[in-house]
């Protein structure tokens, strides 16, 4: 159920993580010597390539497989990646920017009351999961949406999956089930 | 060598001199002369000293020279001969002073470390500069060190009284006098630099001061003993043969520069009334030697049987820096560098668009060519996929020429080892581990370091 009602819920999604590939091998050490802002870490075989304009790093490895990382929005995670493979190009490399492929959002959301966790737990016994001694939030995945939904005691949310759209789905799915759990109301 | 930059420099003697010595008995066993190392050896420290001097210049607040080397007023006159004498800052009136003028030369004079000021050089000795020149003292020269810190820029005047007041009763060195004229041009040829360039301004009333002094009596030369010894820089209209001479070195070694400029001349005036009391020169007898360089270029012999050199530590900022350079890099003064700098982002952005023309290139080549590939390869979605990803590669999305430009061709450079380097997000911490650093033209030896930056 949608219940959307005046939700007004602020998703801020705070990353963005994204991998493609440049069709190329990359010489690691060439990159790491000639690019700039790289970090070079030779023990793990990648080097690390930080953007500033859209605040992004990404892990380059030899294969020509990046994963990019830190960017706010899925838009703004392609074009530092574009940025990426152009500042590759620039270096030498006969770089393809293919297989685009944005593989998880992480979004932060509050709920503006607290839930009671385990009520929560109890009601969707199988989806929802919640140890305290080794996490303090509740887990709640959605299978279909492929989204996992950590809730806090505080009403605060993260929610990680494949794409906005799905957080979004997520945050609305698991909206009235936390509803019914708040905290002033249920104890 | 005179070294201007106390530890740091003697620091980077002394490892040449341990170069130096190590390799002497491979270039015997190769069959070199030992000539050829000592050429060497010279060469390097001109180099190295020239690049501090010029270090130091770009910082500018060049501390004017700890020692100030007056020779009597202006020696323009080749004519007449001087006698050496040695001026003592007494307010004695620089016409009493006989002084003999050292032709126009640039000579660099190097006392040896580790001496305590002040020195004094008896008559008769040879010394010899960092070109490999020699010069013969006749005149038993005293060589002081100013107090230290002084401020040659834009108050002559201000200066002169401080040197006048200097604790220690300043010694002037004067140029020993040059051996026969022989040796002098080749003399000519080095060009003294100076450790620290005064202010024009100061270097032209230097120069007016002697050019009175010397309408009115001879050309005098400030003998060895007192205080500074002032370079006068003669007016090439004026005073050709005005020998300047900056001198300017917090630590011991000194470094004389004999040039002429005319901005020293307005120096020189305000000095010579002042520097009755400071005006030292060491006058040999013999004439020739000091050859005044009236081009900033390798300096031109004029011998001159009198010569005048005063040091001054108002020296010619930016005409100094001008005479200076026997070799190394051809950028001189302040304006020049910032000059220079533009020239070399520039050039870099030159070097950068021709990369990414290449790159442009190489990537239309290669997105057509894969286009074609891709889409004869692929079906439907796939190739729409494959298409839509590959060709947008071109500069149209340029990471904006790496935003801030103004990547580091500063000359702010740290080499050296590191211990341990951290970095949380874009918080680094460095702990580093002996090494030079090379921050605002100066060079500082550290034997440890910590640092805290944010990218």
Known sequence: MDSSNDEALDIIVTNVVATFRTRCHLNLRTIA???????????????????????????????????????????????????????????????????????????????????????????????????????????????????????????????????????????????????ECQKPLCN | MLSDKGPVAKLYLSIIDDVIDSMRELFLDEGLEDRVLDDLKQLWEAKMMQSKEMEDFRRNNINPCNFVLQLPVNYSQTDEELTASVMIPTGQNVHSFPAKNNPETLATFSLPAGLAYPVQIPAGVTLQTASGQLYKVNVPVVVTQAPAGHQPLTQPTQQVTEWREAPAPPLAVVPPSMIPSQEMEPRSVASVTATHLPPSQQGAPLQQTPALVSEGSQPQQSQPGDPEVTVENSEPSSQPANPSMASCSSSQLLDFHIDTEEALTQAQTLQATEMEEILKEVIKEESDDVVIASDITPPQTDNQSEAVVKLDLDYNYSELSEIVQLDGPADNSDIEKEEEVPLEENDFLGIINAEAIKALQEVDESSDGNSISSSSDSDGADELANVVEEDPLNSGDDVIEQDIPDLFDTDNVIVCQYDKIHRSKNRWKFHLKDGVMCYGGRDYVFSKAIGEAEW
């Open chain 1, 33 to 179: 010597l000639e690019g700039t802002n790289v970090i070079y870490k030779p023990e793990v075989g990648k080097v690390l390539m930080k953007l500033r304009k859209p605040m992004i790093t990404a892990s380059i490895w030899s294969s020509g497989k990046i994963i990019c990382t830190g960017a706010t929005s899925e838009d703004e995670s392609k074009l530092g990646a574009r940025r990426l493979a152009r500042s590759l190009q620039k270096l030498g490399f006969k770089v393809r920017f293919s297989d685009y492929k944005v593989v998880n959002v992480l979004a932060v959301c509050s709920m503006p009351f607290a839930v009671h966790l385990i009520d929560f737990t109890k009601n969707n016994r199988p989806i929802a999961s919640y140890e305290p001694e080794l996490h303090p939030a509740a887990t709640y995945r959605i299978k279909n949406l492929k989204a996992t939904v950590q809730v806090f005691s505080t009403g605060s949310l993260t929610v990680t999956g494949p794409n906005v759209q799905n957080v979004a789905t997520a945050v609305e799915q698991v909206y009235p089930l936390l509803f």
